[in-house]
């Protein structure tokens, strides 16, 4: 019962929100001499008024709810074909008293008393059904009158199906609306979920990290024995390497699935001591290799400085891993014609050609390279800093001329702080 009374009310208020329906009832009664229309919700035990054009006056009011059987043939759910009848007295569907007091045994019937009892003495009315897109009845227009009124033309049954028509294809539109409302409001609860899930992946994972890296260094300090401070260094290697997969998971946590990558962009004036530093920190990680740095950014730019070195990072880590260890690696810096020209160079096996286009998609990595380290995500997440900060990112590689990146950015961009928009951390480069 109360589940009806709330789906009626909730009918009543969707019907409310339809700001053409009362002037569509005073339409269908002007138009066919009727003094009574109204829009009604149906069901199976009820007639609920929704709205109402109520010239006879007989106190019928939006959320008045009759039983069913206490109707004419336009208040049952299985009329769902319209139902035009000029007098009712000539005809078999007229109103029935005995199911009008039958009627008073039902819940509702008491309000009942405050209908003029003229409204169960009808003598003309015209009833269609509302139907919803999905195929359900919502209920019926109809109009109706104690006089004999001349309905029978097809004009009058045909204004009644569009304005039926009409009613429900707004009803339809509600629908959808609070179809994304709810969707607007899940989105909303899944977005702080997923912050909470990037806040908490971030401060669980690091801290042990950090916890396991400072008492590498401690060991570090005390230990003399070769063989453990060998082990010890493996030891700092591995913590860093997992230190910049989390870092990888949570950048591409952020902007593939929360609100983006942010970059804070200020003017730097010594890019080329912060690349500098990054250069010096991959020479010391890799002894045995030969890093050839031409480092010549003679401006300002404005940049986040930290996620510059990010790039760099990333793209000399993959040209380490994927260079030939007996040729050096190439990085060049430059200011040319308002951009900040950044490259890096390897000589090795080559990108294949089919795969050319893919490398900037998460989770991508190069199938035939018997380094298969990481899990795929740095040139992707490099892309969308790239793209954060205004600039592009190309790739050329070829077994003749090697493996050269080109990342270009305005020297000027845009200050503070910049986030990537979802829409573009799920495109490519």
Known sequence: MEQSLRESAAAVAAVGRIGAVPT??????????????????????????????????????????LPVEATVGFGSR????PIVIERAAASRAC??????????????APRMFNVDTRMFNVDSYVSVPIILANGVHFGNLCALDTAPVPVGAPRILSMFKRFADLIAAQLDLQIVHEQEQVALRDERAASELREQFIAILGHDL??????????????????????????VSRLKINVR???????????????????????????????????????QEFADAHPTRRIEADLGVDHAVLCDLGRLQQIVSNLLGNALMHGLPESAVTISAR????????????????????????????FWRRAASAN????GLGLHICAQIIRAHD??????????????????????????VQPIPATAALAGP
């Open 24 to 65: 569509l009832l005073k339409v269908l009664c002007e138009t066919t001499g009727m003094r009574f229309a109204a829009v009604a919700r149906v069901t199976d035990q009820s007639w609920t008024a929704c709205a109402v054009q109520d010239d006879m006056e007989f106190g019928v009011t939006p959320g008045l709810q």
């Open 78 to 81: 299985a009329a769902l074909a």
């Open 95 to 108: 109103w029935n008293p005995a199911a009008v007091n039958r009627a008073r045994l039902n819940p509702a």
């Open 206 to 231: 690091r801290n042990p990290l950090q916890a396991v890296f400072a008492i590498g260094e401690a060991m570090e300090r005390r230990l003399t024995d070769p063989v453990l401070l060998d082990y």
């Open 241 to 279: 390497r997992m230190s910049a997969l989390i870092d990888d998971v949570l950048d591409f946590a952020r902007g593939r699935l929360g609100g983006g990558i942010e970059v804070e962009c200020t003017d730097v004036e010594n890019v080329n001591g912060g690349l500098a530093a990054i250069v």
């Open 335 to 362: 200011a040319c014609d308002q951009n900040l020209i950044l490259e890096v160079w390897n000589a090795g096996e080559p990108i294949p050609p089919e795969s050319i286009d893919k490398i900037f998609e998460p």
């Open 372 to 375: 298969r380290q990481g899990l």
């Open 391 to 416: 600039g592009d990112i190309s790739v050329s590689s070829s077994l003749e001329r090697g493996t050269r990146f080109t990342v270009r950015l305005p020297l000027g961009g845009t200050r503070g």
